[in-house]
C-alpha cells in the first residue's frame, strides 16, 4: 500500500480542498469514494482540472469556449480559462446552464470560429458520430483545441447499434441513451474526421501516487484534440509532478519514522524514570507536604 493509501484525507483539484476520503460519495454504477462531498466532482472532473491548467500555455488566450453539454463541475473548471465568450450548448434544456439549443452535428457557428471544444461523454449518445467530430473539426481555430472523452474499451472494436431499445442500451453500452461503447476504431474515426490527436491518461501526467491523492482514475483517457492530420508536437508534455509527489512522500515517510522513534524514546525514559531512587524520593517529598498541609 502507497503512503497515500493511508493518509484519511484527499485532495480536490476541483474545488481546492482537503477532504476526508470517507465522506466522498460513491459515483455511477456504485464507484466508491468517486464525487467530492463538497463541489460534486467526479474522478474525470478532478483530472481536467489539472489538465485545463497544465494546458493553459498550449490553448492560450481563449476568445470562444463551446461547452457540450455542460455541467456546473465542468463549466467552473473551464471558466479559469477566462473565456472572451462561454458558450453552453447541448440538444435540450434539462435545468442546466445551456446558452444555445443544438446537435453538435450541426453547429450554429461559422468555420474556424472556436477555441476550445470541450466534448466529455457526449460523442456516445450521437447516432451519427462521425458528423459531430467533422463539426469539431470546422469550427475549431487552426490552433484550437478539443477535449474529447468517451467511453470506450481498448481491445475491441466499437460496439453500437442506433435502433435498438433502450433496455438493450442499458445493457450493452452502460445506459439506456448511449448507442455505442467504443473500442479501438475510435481514433481512426477522429483522424477520418479531419482530426489528429494526443492521447493522455491521469497516470502517465500525475504518477500513481498523484492520482491516489487526487481521487482520480489511472487509465480514464483524454484526447487532446486539434484539426488537420499531422500530429502535433506533443501539446502536454512530461510534468514533474510524480517527482514532486514522491519527494513528498518520501518526506511524510521520514517524518513519521522520526516521530515513531521520538515516542519510543519518551517511553524508554519514562519507564527509566519510573525505577529510579529520585522518583522515590519525589514522591514521598510529596507526600510529606501534604500530610503537613492537613
Ligand atoms: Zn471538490
Redesign the pocket.
Do not use: M
Given at each position: 500500500m502507497s503512503a497515500v493509501e493511508r493518509l484519511p484525507k484527499r485532495y480536490?483539484?476541483?474545488?481546492?480542498?482537503v477532504?476526508w476520503l470517507r465522506n466522498f460519495k460513491p459515483g455511477p454504477n456504485g464507484r466508491p469514494h468517486a464525487r467530492?462531498?463538497?463541489?460534486?466532482?467526479l474522478e474525470r472532473h478532478?483530472f481536467l482540472a489539472v489538465l485545463v491548467s497544465s494546458l493553459k500555455p498550449a490553448i492560450g488566450t481563449v476568445d470562444v469556449l463551446l461547452d457540450v453539454a455542460p455541467s456546473p463541475q465542468t463549466t467552473e473548471i473551464l471558466a479559469s480559462l477566462r473565456p472572451g465568450r462561454h458558450i453552453g450548448l447541448d440538444l435540450g434544456l434539462d435545468g442546466r446552464r445551456v446558452d444555445v439549443l443544438a446537435s453538435l452535428t450541426e453547429l450554429p457557428l461559422a468555420d474556424a470560429s472556436v477555441d476550445l471544444v470541450f466534448c466529455y461523454h457526449v460523442l456516445e449518445h450521437i447516432p451519427d458520430d462521425r458528423a459531430a467530430m467533422r463539426e469539431i473539426a470546422r469550427v475549431l481555430t487552426p490552433e484550437g483545441l478539443a477535449l474529447v472523452q468517451v467511453p470506450i474499451r481498448f481491445g475491441t472494436v466499437t460496439d453500437e447499434d442506433v435502433d435498438t431499445t433502450p433496455e438493450e442500451r442499458k445493457a450493452r453500452f452502460g445506459q439506456h441513451d448511449h448507442v455505442r461503447w467504443y473500442g479501438d476504431d475510435f481514433e481512426g474515426r477522429l483522424q477520418e474526421s479531419g482530426l489528429t490527436f494526443q492521447r493522455v491518461t491521469p497516470v502517465e501526467v500525475l504518477g500513481a501516487d498523484m492520482c491516489a491523492w487526487l481521487r482520480v482514475e489511472e487509465d480514464e483517457p483524454v484526447w487532446i484534440v486539434r484539426r488537420g492530420s499531422a500530429m502535433p508536437a506533443r501539446l502536454l508534455g512530461e510534468t514533474r509532478l510524480p517527482g514532486v509527489m514522491g519527494a513528498l512522500l518520501g518526506e511524510l515517510t521520514a517524518e513519521r519514522a522520526a516521530r515513531r522513534a521520538a515516542r519510543a524514546k519518551v517511553a524508554r525514559l519514562e519507564a527509566r524514570v519510573g525505577r529510579s531512587p529520585l522518583r522515590r524520593v519525589v514522591r514521598r517529598v510529596k507526600r510529606i507536604a501534604s500530610t503537613r498541609r492537613k
Open positions: 480536490c483539484s476541483a474545488c481546492g480542498n477532504v467530492c462531498p463538497r463541489c460534486k466532482s478532478r
